[in-house]
């Protein structure tokens, strides 16, 4: 079994960062615990940390392991950005002690480590894909994506191999299509006002901080996500007229007739 999470860890020093008051560092080694033994961690997402090409493995000498530390070949890592700060040394920490490598800059696809984040202060790798050591052999390919004007920071994508299981008559359930909604330029500011408001502020901060709950389980990350949505929907149903959901397989039954 494979355990994906995605990572957030706000700038050092940010005044989210000090808001939150907690060690990021120390919550992922907690759920790293938590769920290494259902399965291999892979960890993906925003760090804000700079590494540099510090080594994110302890190289092993075969005549002295003994056992405890993985003998899968790891290349050495390559990146275009030489700084690091506090938060990389804490994730290169968290990597070794936990038999984990990042992708970037030393997979096909990003063999130099591409610069992850472009901003008007320069550019810098702070976005990782970090794999358990065991599943780097499957890694196809890793790539990061050219900036685009939507966000600073780049789309991280990776191949890796797996064995999907087969379910023969296994029901599957069809979920209802999201809510979608029709745009009004001329409505942008009475909808930033409305995100904007006490309450709904009040929502997203308590649900923020669910988040940080290091014995959240993946159920409750799954309430989470659902949490987050309904309060965005409440909160444009009150600006915007929702998008009328059209039934295509109906139409189409009507044209063949």
Not at 1 to 7: F, N, T
Not at 93 to 114: F, H, M
Request: with cysteine; charged share 25%; net charge negative.
């Amino acid at each position: 079994m494979r355990l994906a999470q995605i990572v957030y860890i706000p700038p050092q020093n940010s005044s989210r960062e000090i808001r939150l008051n907690t060690d990021h560092f120390e919550n992922l080694q907690n759920y790293i615990h938590k769920f290494s033994a259902l399965g291999d961690v892979i960890l993906c997402g925003d760090f804000n940390a700079r590494t540099g090409t510090l080594d994110d493995f302890t190289h092993v000498d075969p005549f002295l392991n003994e056992g405890n530390l993985s003998t899968i070949t790891v290349s050495k890592r390559f990146s275009r950005d030489p700084n690091t700060n506090c938060y990389g040394r804490s994730l290169i920490e968290l990597c070794i002690e936990n038999n984990l490598v990042a992708l970037n800059g030393r997979t096909k696809g990003d063999l130099t480590g591409q610069f992850t984040c472009n901003t008007y202060n320069g550019s810098s790798v702070v976005d990782y894909a970090i794999v358990a050591q065991e599943l780097f052999p499957l890694i196809n390919s890793f790539t990061v994506d050219y900036p685009t004007e939507f966000s600073h920071h780049s789309c991280l994508n990776f191949v890796m191999r797996i064995k999907t299981p087969k379910y023969p008559n296994v029901n599957m359930e069809v979920l209802n299509k999201p809510i979608s909604f029709v745009w009004d330029e001329t409505k942008k500011q009475d909808l930033y006002d409305v995100m904007s408001s006490e309450d709904t502020v009040n929502k997203l901060e308590s649900l923020f901080c669910e988040q940080n709950d290091a014995d959240s389980s993946l159920v409750d990350i799954d309430v989470i996500v659902n949490n987050f949505s309904e309060i965005l929907c409440e909160s444009s149903l009150k600006i915007l007229k929702r998008k009328k959901q059209i039934n295509k397989n109906k139409n189409k039954k009507q044209r063949q007739k």
